[in-house]
T-cell receptor, first 111, second 116 residues
């Protein structure tokens, strides 16, 4: 079945440093979504990417969808303590409505 | 607040028992999704309903079942519970059906199930 892996599993950064998480799918995706889950919270939708090579920005967050539509990345510039949480990518194949979530990257930010 | 409500927030029960988790989607959303989140398995898709009908199935055990009612709320039934069923169960909703904007999922706060 479809597998979506994320690396790293965990990253600890100092506030102000940059952070990147990578998402790799075993199959070609029709679109990919990113979610953030704060400790003790629920996943919150951040963004959806649909086109090959697409790049979208949300303030300090930059999302990319690979040319082959099998990988994606989320880059945070100048992290803040409010960025703490687990970031999940979630991919969809073809016309299926099922989302396969990645393994997640837990980000810890300290002062 | 996502607009998705789930009850109860916490549930403690014993092995072999049966429980029902309830979810009310955001107003106007027709699709409901159920997910299981455990430490070692991450966020696993269980099942999706759209306007009362099952639309997609994931890694849902035969001991688990779900339904979506005419008022669009959904229930997830877990029976013959085992220790390994202890997890956080999330419900999510979306407008549905497929389409870039229709499939954004909004998650509820979850139900934490502990099986002793």
């Amino acid at each position: 079945g479809q597998q979506v892996m994320q690396i790293p599993q965990y990253q600890h950064v100092q506030e102000g440093e940059d952070f990147t998480t990578y998402c790799n799918s075993s199959t070609t995706l029709s679109n990919i979504q990113w979610y953030k889950q704060r400790p003790g919270g629920h996943p919150v939708f951040l963004i959806q990417l649909v086109k090959s090579g697409e790049v979208k920005k949300q303030k300090r967050l930059t999302f990319q969808f690979g040319e082959a539509k099998k990988n994606s990345s989320l880059h945070i510039t100048a992290t803040q303590t409010t960025d703490v949480g687990t970031y999940f990518c979630a991919g969809r194949t073809g016309t299926a409505s099922k989302l396969t979530f990645g393994t997640g990257t837990r980000l810890q930010v300290t002062l | 607040d996502s607009g998705v409500t789930q009850t109860p927030k916490h549930l403690i029960t014993a092995t072999g028992q049966r429980v029902t988790l309830r979810c009310s989607p955001r107003s106007g959303d027709l699709s409901v999704y159920w997910y299981q989140q455990s430490l070692d398995q991450g966020l696993q898709f269980l099942i999706q309903y759209y306007n009362g009908e099952e639309r997609a199935k994931g890694n849902i055990l035969e001991r688990f079942s779900a339904q979506q009612f005419p008022d669009l709320h959904s229930e997830l039934n877990l029976s013959s519970l085992e220790l390994g069923d202890s997890a956080l169960y999330f419900c999510a909703s979306s407008v549905g059906p497929l389409g870039p904007k229709q499939e954004t999922q909004y998650f509820g706060p979850g139900t934490r199930l502990l099986v002793l």
